[in-house]
């Protein structure tokens, strides 16, 4: 029997006059996503995308479980397609194709979508005629209208009749790349791949931001960071990701900035150094993963002297979020059994016995000055490491 993979546009609904340019790039990510799992012939029809395998060894639970991922969707269905587009092929497909689903159920009701106007038989037939069928053939079951344990779709459309059972939901969001690109800043704790998560849900392309300080920080909290990023991609499509070279600096903050803003100022230099390969990167603003409150570095003072240190827009989408609910988030996302690995970050290391939560803007801003990192900066700057990042299945 062939199939066919049935997806529902979400957001993009809304869209007014650049939908056509929305439903382009949301067919370039499923094509992308698919990689690897066949070759398919992708339509979109009626706020619908059609993939059709174009060989009978398409993985199919492969590919159902990557389209899970595309932000876009609002829902998707695995469907079989009826011979003909005829009530009989109808009639003959539903109960084989739903047979183990059917056999198991005890209550049962039939939903019948007919965009086609053309088609001879009006909904509530093809539902009565498909119901009866499939009763024939499957007496142990009761028809629910109200809370079926299976619904049987029949969908008529322009190009086929199609059958399958409940949808599954969609990822969601809007299509990666439709929002524009910006810079993470990925350390390897839990929150900030939940924040490049959000953000490319929001139609948001990535390039990621790592500062790393050897040999304080080991190559394996790299590779950790690495690990993440390709589970990220899963969801965000594949990431550029930087690796600066951070020691240098942080010895400076440690032996030449007062021990209670040496987080403050670090933060700063993240900041600053990030915009620049933002720039550089065609990327309009910058994303991590603070949470008001969460640490020293997450009061609101602590966030306006970071916040200062950048000109470009700063998206927090963790800011009103409990630690819970973003382990819950990174559970989904599958970011959490890594992220909780025990490798040291360039933040623990020289951290501040008693770091201010209140610090003075007029105060840090002097004490950076004072130390003068611009030569560092740039020494940084030229010796940046660039890893391409692609989704791990
Ligand atoms: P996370 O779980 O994301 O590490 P956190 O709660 O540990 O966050 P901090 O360590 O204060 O908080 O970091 C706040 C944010 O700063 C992070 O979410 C991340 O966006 C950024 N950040 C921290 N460390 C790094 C790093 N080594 N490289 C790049 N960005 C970093
Ligand atoms: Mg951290």
Redesign the pocket.
């Known amino acids: 029997m062939k199939e066919i993979l049935l997806l529902k546009d979400g957001e993009i609904v809304l869209k007014g006059l650049n939908r056509r340019q929305f439903e382009d790039v949301l067919k370039r990510n499923i094509r992308t996503a698919l990689f690897g799992t066949g070759q398919y012939e992708i339509t979109s029809a009626q706020s619908t995308v059609y993939i059709k395998p174009l060989s009978d060894d398409c993985d199919l639970d492969e590919a159902c479980d990557r389209v899970g991922r595309v932000f876009g969707l609002a829902a998707y269905s695995r469907a079989a397609v009826c011979e003909e587009k005829t009530l009989e092929s109808v009639l003959a497909t539903a109960p084989v194709y739903l047979a183990k689903t059917l056999r198991r159920a005890k209550t049962f009701k039939v939903e019948a979508k007919r965009s086609d106007k053309k088609f001879p038989h009006k909904s509530p037939e093809i539902c009565r005629e498909t119901g009866g069928e499939i009763l024939r053939r499957f007496p142990h079951l009761r028809v629910d209208v109200h809370n079926p344990d299976v619904t049987v779709y029949v969908e008529i459309r322009d190009f086929g009749a199609y059958i399958h059972a409940d949808p599954l939901r969609g990822a969601g969001g809007i299509p990666v790349g439709t929002g524009g690109k910006a810079v ?10 939940v ?1 490049a998560y959000m953000m490319a849900k929001r139609g948001i392309k990535l390039t990621a ?4 300080s050897p040999p304080y920080t080991s190559e394996r909290a790299e590779e950790k960071v690495v690990k993440l990023l390709s589970k990220v991609s899963r969801y965000a499509g594949s990431i550029k990701m930087y690796t600066v070279p ?1 020691t240098k600096i942080q010895e400076k903050l440690r032996d030449d900035c007062p021990e209670e803003l040496f987080t403050i100022i670090m ?1 700063r230099l ?1 900041m600053q150094i990030s915009e620049r390969i933002a720039r550089d990167n065609d990327c309009a603003a910058l ?5 008001l409150g ?2 020293a ?2 009061t609101i003072g602590a966030l306006g002297c970071t916040n200062d240190a950048a000109d470009m827009v700063v998206f927090r989408p963790l800011i009103g979020m409990d630690k819970q609910e973003i382990i819950n988030i990174a559970y989904k996302i599958d970011t959490y059994e890594t ?1 909780i690995e025990p490798y040291e ?3 623990t290391v020289f951290t501040p016995k008693h770091p201010r939560t209140k610090p003075i803007l007029k105060f840090v801003r002097e004490a950076q000055e004072r130390a003068d990192f611009a030569p560092l900066v740039e020494e940084a700057l030229q010796n940046l490491k660039i890893t391409y990042i692609n989704p791990e299945y």
Do not use: K, N, W
């Not at 993470?184 to 791949?193: A, M």
């Open positions: 993470i800043l990925i350390s390897g704790g839990i929150d900030s791949p924040a931001v790592h500062f790393a951070f933060r993240m994303i991590t993963g603070e949470s969460q640490v570095s997450q992220s970050d360039c933040c």
